[in-house]
């Protein structure tokens, strides 16, 4: 990203991230800081281009924050950048971290996770930050997902059986695949519409996500969230 548009882009995000809190602007004293040179350098803090080229996706190192404000909880953002710990097993491009056995995929145990550890301040500000980032608000806008539930046995059935989400992602800690992110921790770390939407279609939020199209409607995607939103880390 060319840095000037970073600092452009930082200096508007700390302006408004003061407004929005009415924090005395020495807490926002870093922000910039950390989005440059501990931010931008894996994570996309711009929306690209609609022709972007598919290879684009090899070369991501971390997921892109342009709607960091229509994906996370930021309450979640604050304590994971003071905390951070794993969220995709086999890193962000797991096909370079995956070893194919006879046995089904294992991952390379070769693979570390390293992320910036902010103060409990930085945190709280490059969150509040972040949340300001909404490139896709179109989008959660026009989802109509609502609060609900579904008997846990169903949504368990549901998601490991009848969608084959398991093959991907782990819906407990010692169920599910290595190649998606954690999702029992999504009600933590995610909001509600953000999943219902990208479910639904992924390509509308990220054009070369490796996120397969399910092919559901609405109901079912609902039913989806609903137990998502159920689990328990």
């Known amino acids: 990203m060319n840095v000037t548009n970073l600092a452009s882009i930082a200096s508007a995000l700390v302006a408004a991230a003061a407004l929005v809190t009415a924090a005395p602007p020495h807490a926002f004293a870093d922000v910039e800081s950390i989005l440059q040179s501990q931010c931008a350098s894996c994570h996309a803090l711009q929306a690209p281009a609609n022709n972007i080229a598919k290879n684009e996706r090899l070369s991501r190192m971390a997921p892109p924050l342009h709607f960091a404000g229509n994906k996370y909880n930021r309450d979640w953002l604050v304590s994971w950048l003071s905390n951070p710990s794993p969220i995709h097993p086999a890193g962000y491009y797991p096909q370079r971290h995956i070893i194919n ?3 089904g995929d294992t991952l390379d145990t070769d693979v570390r996770f390293a992320h910036p550890t902010l103060s409990t301040e930085e945190a709280d500000a490059v969150a509040t930050a972040l949340m300001l980032l909404k490139s896709k608000s179109a989008l959660i806008e026009a989802d109509t997902y609502q609060s609900g539930t ?5 949504g368990v059935m549901d998601f490991r059986r009848f969608k084959g989400c398991d ?3 782990q819906d407990s800690t010692t169920s599910g695949g290595l190649s998606g992110p954690l999702l029992y921790n999504a009600a ?8 219902s939407s990208f479910i639904l279609n992924p390509v509308a939020w990220d054009p070369n996500t490796v996120m397969p ?3 559901m409607n609405e109901p079912a995607v609902h039913k989806l969230v609903h137990y998502l939103l159920m689990l328990e880390e």
Request: glycine share 4%.
């Open 167 to 169: 093959a991907c992602h």
């Open 101 to 103: 056995t006879g046995d």
């Open 188 to 195: 933590q770390r995610l909001q509600a519409a953000y999943l």
């Open 150 to 154: 579904v008997a846990m046995r169903m």
């Open 213 to 215: 199209v399910l092919e």
